[in-house]
């Protein structure tokens, strides 16, 4: 087994479960490792899987340096409604007719949305605009301006078409919204999209393919402490 110490620093890769917050998941391990130092390098929302970076001790320190990374995700988008949050998190709405909607229509959307551009936040993310975050003016129905911003989304590619669901893979700079991707999908469509699921799968050098679930961190971790105990 290797052998960690989390007081001193490491960087512990979680495959984060559905309906988990990111900060839910550094709590949870944090109380277990008994450790002061413990943060995350990058948030995934809580109807996103996937992996989670976790530093612990003196590789908080990396924790800009890991989030400056290209990212990797796969995702599923609907077409032919939306919803507010432009997720499963609010109620589907403004549903309309898709069928017109062709392979091909789909297919030749992909270099409008591939390389350096303009994006727009969604209004349900925790980017803040007058020093509030702008979820809390959603949350009251308010709406606030949020400025684009760049990004770059260097690889872009459709997985898997079963109309209304539509899978792809996406490789992105840091900053980039998947949601505010598959908003402007659907409106560029002509009838909408929201996101139905998301994973994260890579960060840089990191993959979701080393990473270890809560519950199985929860045993590394158990068995560190309890041979720091022996040590002691």
Known sequence: MQDFDFVAGETVLVDKPLEWTSFGVVKKLRWEMKVKKVGHAGTLDPLAT????????????????????????????????????????????????????????????????????????????????????????ARKGKEVKIDPREIEIKELEITSIDFPKIQFRMVCSKGTYVRSFVRDFGEALGVGAYMSGLRRTKIGEYDVKDAKTVEEWIEVIRDWRNRQEIKE
């Not at 989030?67 to 077409?79: L, T």
């Not at 032919?80 to 017109?100: M, R, Y």
């Open 50 to 137: 996937g992996l989670l970076i976790l530093c612990t001790g003196k590789k908080t320190k990396t924790i800009d340096q890991i989030q400056g990374k290209i990212k990797e995700y796969e995702g599923e988008m609907v077409i032919g409604a939306t919803t507010p949050s432009v997720d499963l998190e609010t109620e589907v709405e403004n549903e309309v007719d898709f069928s017109h909607i062709t392979e091909k229509d789909v297919q030749d959307l992909l270099p409008q949305f591939t390389g350096k551009i303009m994006q727009v936040p969604p209004m349900h993310s925790a980017i803040k605009v007058d020093g509030v975050r702008v979820y809390k003016h």
